[in-house]
């Protein structure tokens, strides 16, 4: 499979979970393991451009697939990442859940450029976060989807 | 003074971008040499005594670094 570009092959026991190819075997730790039960979404990746959970599917089930990691944005000031984690609000507290609300919520400008309050909380039920009670992230979409529209 | 530009301030923080870029270097991400993974098996009976466990033995656990039991707690 590719990850961010890079092709990556290895023989792997049929039941190696995607998010365990991807940190242990391609070595990008940025993607989290939070639950293993498909709960917490700590795990979002992109396969073939759609947003999904790492842990809630079998790497040899991705074989041959495009998947893009947290770790595939540029260390820009005007991509996703920053324009999410910073700005006014800050979206994040310890970090574990970040990788995956920052997958969600690219996912979710892409499809909704000006996302509403309703659809954002609806959009980020799939990502779990303890720290922050979700009101910062919210806003830190938010801040992120107008300043993706404006650039 | 240092107090005086913390105190009623919004002080920005400085460990946000490993956190946005992936970079957050948790505990799970270490990898370090000669390292292994622990899994614990508790007993299910209560006072039983430990004499081997069938569980591990003749199931292909490779590198198995070494067992720690306690008796009591």
Known sequence: MTINGVKHTHE???RLLLVHFIRELAGLTGTHVGCDTSQCGACTIHLNGQAMKSCTMLAVQAEGAQIKTIEAWPRTASSIPS?????KS?????GFCTPG???SA???IERYPKPTEEQIR???EGNLCRCTGYHNIVKAIQYAAEKMAGK | MATARLLGASVKRREDPRFITGKGNYTDDLKLPGMTYAAFVRSPHSHARHRRDRHLEGQGVSGR???LHRART
């Open chain 1, 12 to 14: 792997v026991e049929p």
């Open chain 1, 83 to 87: 324009r999410t984690g910073s700005g």
């Open chain 1, 90 to 94: 800050t979206g994040l507290q310890c």
């Open chain 1, 101 to 103: 609300m920052i997958m």
């Open chain 1, 106 to 108: 690219a996912q979710m």
């Open chain 1, 122 to 124: 609806h959009q980020l």
């Open chain 2, 65 to 67: 670094g070494g067992r």
